[in-house]
């Protein structure tokens, strides 16, 4: 139970009064009366911190027996799971880097997400601009077409997707990846940067229009600075939204030479277990892990406004 | 200049939307369009098969099961993953020892906490489903291993190899997966609420449960809701995908007893050579989907509160 400033208390019924029933006193001067209440305070502190502290460990200790254990040789791993490394062995981390293909996984995933990510960006503010500035007949349609894409399950449109990919020769590409990459993350985009271009004032692209600029000027070189928070918001959703991506690399990008790191990784484990190499493949997995935690933990306060921004809105 | 205009309206929408048409809608239109034929995927050819896909998926045991666990994932998961994100961001905001003229404190290390909680968020669900494979071992796993360390030894078990745990195992990840961010949404959602209204309704004596039930959740409804929906078509879709694909033996196993519907539609389209029968398991599943967010959006309306 939680109380209100002393010297209210006092205006209205006094410290510990009967209207306030277990309040907490302050800390620095407690009233006498009140040292059951005092207890009951600190009880609910003692439970709340001790609730989340339990949940915390729950978090974090998963991934740091992860880490633990990439630096274990095979046989500690298999005998003691929770015993530490006699030494660090980081030859772990070499052999999951080039043996492993670890490497060719990151090259080939930084490539895709890079330009899907750009990509997405572009054509998203370019549909959302327009959609959010413009009248024109069937606005609201094309709009809600671009919506109705967030609460479909991707799973059914993957069936005949392959078969469409597979027709145009696109299947097993980087190029058709990311364009498929663009497609999916189109819904989300073109709604967050909608609202978003509906918040920015219109004064100054009237004014750029006044002064001869055409319509593309105006957007790229006024409207789209102006964007940039949310532009920067919704790039981070998307950044980790298809560096994560599973299912449509498992569909349509089978070609083994040509894996992303969240499937690279699936097929590491199932080789991986045939060979006992569990040290490798567990260094691969916190190599994985690492970047995206440390990148977090840097651009901690805009990662979370950027993932949170579409469900707060 | 209305010329221009429409013209560039049309030059900045056609690479979007034909990009969109192509890889989105039109996939969308023709799986529907397939369920009602006998496409094997194999071979182009197909003829018009009416509703029988349909007939056949009402007498097949296995999508049953699918339904049942994918129905299970839906009604479960957001309730427990927002309950106890609910439970978590008010302890975080409002269970802090109280501070010299504040009516309610966060915890000290709030912000600690908040970084800890996210981190699963951002990482990527194939990871998540791998490093809980190898915790739920049953030989070398870090979870048996702790149970025997901490002498619990009684409540070790083969976890994913149980038909009768395997289900929990793999909601249990999800819980453990999503609800860091839901706290950090609620945590912001809660701070956004004026102290006065907690000061005045403890000023009328209400108890710390009383304004969480008065206060808290009335005014964070509109982001409570949006995350239920949200949460409820993370369960039925990939996330579940991935979960049960590289967690669970099979995949779906044992006994089928962790298989769900979007595995089910990739099993038979992509391993099975049925893709017209996979199409249709994937009607059910956009039925079950449609169903569950008109659900929410009428069970959970409410008048909306401004302040």
């Not at chain 1, 040290?279 to 993932?307: D, E, H, K, N, T």
């Not at chain 2, 025997?148 to 038909?163: K, T």
């Not at chain 2, 049960?244 to 995949?251: D, R």
């Amino acid at each position: 139970m939680k109380t209100t400033d002393p010297d209210l208390l006092r205006k209205s019924d006094g410290p510990g009064g009967p209207g306030l029933p277990a309040q907490r006193p302050a800390p620095a001067t407690p009233p006498p009366s009140s040292e059951g209440q005092s207890k009951t305070g600190g009880t609910l502190n003692v439970f709340s911190h001790g609730v989340l502290v339990i949940w915390a460990f729950l978090v974090a200790m998963p991934l740091l027996w992860a880490v633990m254990t990439s630096f274990k040789d095979d046989k500690s791993i298999f005998d003691s799971p929770w015993s530490l490394p006699d030494r660090l062995h980081f030859e772990n981390w070499s052999r999951a880097w080039t043996q492993a293909h670890m490497s060719e996984y990151f090259l080939t995933t930084v490539i895709v997400v890079a330009c899907s990510l750009v990509g997405t960006l572009l054509l998203g503010s370019m549909a959302a601009y327009v959609l959010a500035r413009f009248d024109f007949p069937g606005n609201r349609f094309l709009y809600f077409l671009f919506i109705g894409g967030l609460s479909f399950p991707v799973i059914l449109a993957l069936v005949p997707l392959f078969f469409v990919m597979n027709n145009l020769g696109l299947l097993n590409t980087t190029h058709g990846l990311i364009l498929v990459y663009i497609a999916y993350s189109l819904p989300f985009t073109v709604f967050f940067l909608t609202a978003f271009f509906r918040t920015l004032p219109t004064s100054v692209a009237e004014a750029a229009l006044i002064d001869g600029a055409s319509h593309s000027r105006t957007f790229f070189q006024v409207m789209l600075p102006m964007a940039k928070p949310g532009l920067i918001s919704v790039g981070i959703f998307n950044f980790l939204g298809q560096w994560n991506q599973y299912l449509l690399p498992t569909v349509l990008n089978t070609d083994p030479d040509r894996k992303v790191l969240s499937q690279g990784l699936v097929q590491l484990a199932v080789s991986q277990g045939y060979k006992g190499d569990w040290s490798g493949l567990f260094a691969g997995l916190v190599m994985a892990m690492l970047p995206v935690l440390g990148a977090y933990i840097v651009f901690q306060r805009q990662v979370v406004a950027g993932l949170t921004a579409g469900a707060l809105k | 200049m209305q010329h221009g205009k429409y013209r560039f309206i049309a030059g900045f929408l056609i690479v979007p939307l034909t990009i969109y048409a192509l890889f989105v809608i039109w996939p969308f239109v023709q799986s529907i369009f397939y369920s009602f034929t006998d496409w094997t995927g194999l071979s182009p050819e197909f003829s018009l098969v009416g509703f029988d896909n349909y007939t056949r998926m009402f007498g097949d045991g296995t999508f049953w099961k699918a339904l049942q666990h994918s129905v299970t994932f839906v009604l479960l998961l957001p309730v427990v993953t927002l309950g106890l994100a609910l439970f978590f961001a008010f302890m975080i905001n409002v269970g802090g020892r109280r501070r010299k003229g504040a009516a309610i404190a966060g915890v000290r290390g709030s912000s600690f906490y908040k970084i800890v909680y996210f981190f699963p968020q951002v990482l990527s669900i194939a990871i998540v489903a791998l490093l809980f494979r190898f915790a739920y071992n049953p030989n070398s796993g870090a979870l048996n291993s702790a149970l025997g360390i901490l002498g619990l030894d009684g409540l070790q078990s083969n976890w994913l190899g149980d038909p009768k745990l395997a289900l929990w195992c793999v909601m249990a990840v999800i819980v453990w997966s999503t609800t860091g961010f839901f706290v950090v949404l609620f945590s912001a959602g809660m701070a956004s609420i004026p102290k006065d209204y907690y000061e005045a309704a403890l000023l009328d004596g209400a108890g710390r449960f009383t304004t969480f039930f008065r206060i808290t959740l009335p005014l964070l409804w509109d982001t409570v809701q949006s995350g239920w929906i949200y949460m409820g078509i993370l369960a039925l879709g990939a996330e579940s995908f991935a979960i049960v694909h590289i967690m669970t033996v099979g995949p779906g196993g044992p006994a089928d007893s962790t298989t769900v519907l979007p595995l089910l539609v990739y099993q038979k389209a992509f391993v099975g050579g049925q893709a017209a029968y996979a199409t249709t398991i994937g009607v059910a599943l956009l039925i079950v989907t449609l169903a569950f967010a008109a659900l929410v959006s009428r069970v959970g309306r409410r008048e909306r509160l401004e302040f």
